[in-house]
């Protein structure tokens, strides 16, 4: 899985929002899908999250026993979310992507919806 880091301007605080874009391994390259866009901004508190490609970090400073791939990780709590699983977001019932799989975070990252137009993919919403 690639990666690559941008901003995304809130339209409601004039802020610029950091991200990260995550190429998935199963998606097509065309298509919005094929990608994962999160806010590098935890849910909640202060933390960034930070993608971890390095799998012996995932083991030393997450104590994730068996990661198999890159994975998201919230270096305040500990929280590990894996870009290939989705989970029921807690009191809306939708679906997002970046399930927990260690940890005690309340919700996975907040997503940013992206558009892809020939081999270019841009930001353009936040959950």
């Given at each position: 899985m690639?990666?690559?880091?941008?901003?995304?301007?809130n339209?409601?605080?004039g802020?610029?929002i950091?991200?990260?874009?995550?190429?998935?391994?199963?998606?097509?390259p065309?298509?919005?899908?094929?990608y994962?866009?999160?806010?590098?901004?935890?849910?909640?508190?202060?933390?960034?999250l930070?993608?971890?490609?390095?799998l012996?970090?995932l083991?030393?400073?997450?104590?994730?026993?068996?990661?198999?791939?890159?994975m998201?990780?919230?270096?305040?709590?500990?929280?590990?979310?894996d870009?290939l699983?989705?989970?029921?977001?807690?009191?809306?019932?939708?679906?997002?992507?970046?399930?927990i799989?260690?940890?005690s975070d309340?919700?996975?990252?907040?997503?940013?919806e992206i558009?892809?137009?020939?081999?270019?993919s841009?930001p353009?919403?936040?959950?």
């Amino acid at each position: 899985m690639s990666s690559k880091e941008f901003f995304i301007r809130n339209h409601l605080s004039g802020e610029n929002i950091p991200g990260f874009l995550i190429r998935l391994p199963a998606g097509s390259p065309s298509q919005a899908n094929g990608y994962w866009a999160f806010s590098v901004n935890s849910p909640f508190g202060n933390c960034k999250l930070e993608y971890v490609t390095d799998l012996q970090k995932l083991k030393n400073d997450y104590g994730f026993r068996t990661p198999k791939h890159p994975m998201v990780g919230n270096p305040c709590s500990r929280t590990v979310f894996d870009p290939l699983k989705t989970s029921n977001l807690p009191g809306s019932g939708a679906w997002v992507r970046g399930g927990i799989v260690q940890g005690s975070d309340l919700r996975p990252p907040i997503g940013i919806e992206i558009k892809v137009e020939g081999k270019k993919s841009s930001p353009f919403r936040t959950e």
